[in-house]
């Protein structure tokens, strides 16, 4: 039994690092501050850049969960470290708008592979109702990169060794040589990987998995998490530049602020939905993040805005695993499949970023957090049609 125990947890490592991983796609929020101001970039040519990102989800989520059906999962999150080093690699030779428009990309595809991949790939080593608290705890370290990331781009910025001449770009190559470390540790690690039932499922078959009605509306609940996510991402600091007139180094802060707390809901998420219903969990993480938003079009105090900044982090932590674990557990013969759909919802960190730019442009940042409220709406109905 202990033999057993240790040898889940030597497994459980490697992995846990590829969620760390995982998580250098949130430098694209703070990434595209400083490109913005580096090429002096409108909100919305600026909010191009985690559009892009997200764009390829839509593209490669559900070939990657047929491609897993062929190769194995293990096989695919290497393959999507192998893109990550790549888009990581090419910002060291500059900041141009083509060269950071490929690396976004690359990035964006690499993550679609991994997020697809990665967490079916848990589900091998953890049992299935400790599903959801494994995967929030993935979350958790996931999120431990997202906030670090404009820590190390400002220290770049401001205090990095000036013969390296890569300021706050400096914050990709340290990425890079973690993503090899990951590379290396997975591909040594043994996991044993079951056999999906039956043969495997064509794309029209994958996708005419939405046509379940709980499956959609997960899938639309993934798209407003991560529209959500990324758009405070993007948007905290500016809220704050705008009405308090920060500089961005310094209205930063609020970029590492979500993730702050976003870190820690998942941290105590991984022990509450252990003794917490998902539904009642879920429901309280939503009501967080209605308060927030109403919080942000009414404070224009430093103070209240990180609170309710920091609220959507805390709120909006576990609302993807929750989602996650509800969808695998309704087709779990259907795993590969499902995941690829659910992480294809993943599209909303596209969709709401251009709508957020569009509407900023128009009336300024409260139109960006108008249009995340859409999303906290919608999760809120979500919540009443979950399953106790």
Known sequence: ??????????????????????GFVDLVGIASNYVKADLNLTDSQANIFPSLVFFWFLIFSVPTGMLMNRIGRKKTVLLSLV????????????????????SFSLLGIGNALMQTSLNPLLSNI??????????????????????????????????????????????????????????????GTSIREEKEEGRPSTFGECLALLGKPFIFLCFL???????????????????????????????GFATSLYFIFRTAGCFLGAFILQKMAPRTFFGISVLCMLAAMVGLFVFHEKTMIHICIALIGFGNSNIFPVIFSQALLAMPQKKNEVSGLMIMGLFGGTVFPIAMGLASDAVGQSGAVAV???????????MLRMKR
């Open 221 to 251: 609940g993934i798209m407003c998490h991560v529209g959500i996510d990324v758009g405070t991402n993007t948007t905290a600091p500016k809220i704050l530049m705008e009405r308090l007139g920060m500089t961005l180094a310094d209205a």
């Open 83 to 102: 893109i990550t080093f790549a888009s990581l690699l090419l910002p060291v030779f500059g900041d141009g708008y083509v060269l950071m428009l490929l």
């Open 1 to 22: 039994m202990e033999n057993t125990k240790n040898s889940s947890l030597a497994k459980l490592f490697p992995v846990m690092l590829c969620f760390f991983a995982m």
């Open 126 to 187: 953890v049992s299935g109702e400790r599903l959801a608290s494994s995967l929030t705890f993935g979350q958790f370290v996931k999120a431990i990169a997202s906030f670090l990331a404009p820590y190390i781009a400002m220290w770049g910025a401001t205090q990095a060794i000036p013969s390296l001449g890569m300021g706050w770009r400096v914050l990709f190559p340290v990425y890079m040589v973690i993503a090899v470390i990951a590379i290396l540790w997975l591909s």
């Open 372 to 382: 995340m409220t859409v999303g906290v709406v919608y999760l809120f109905f979500y």
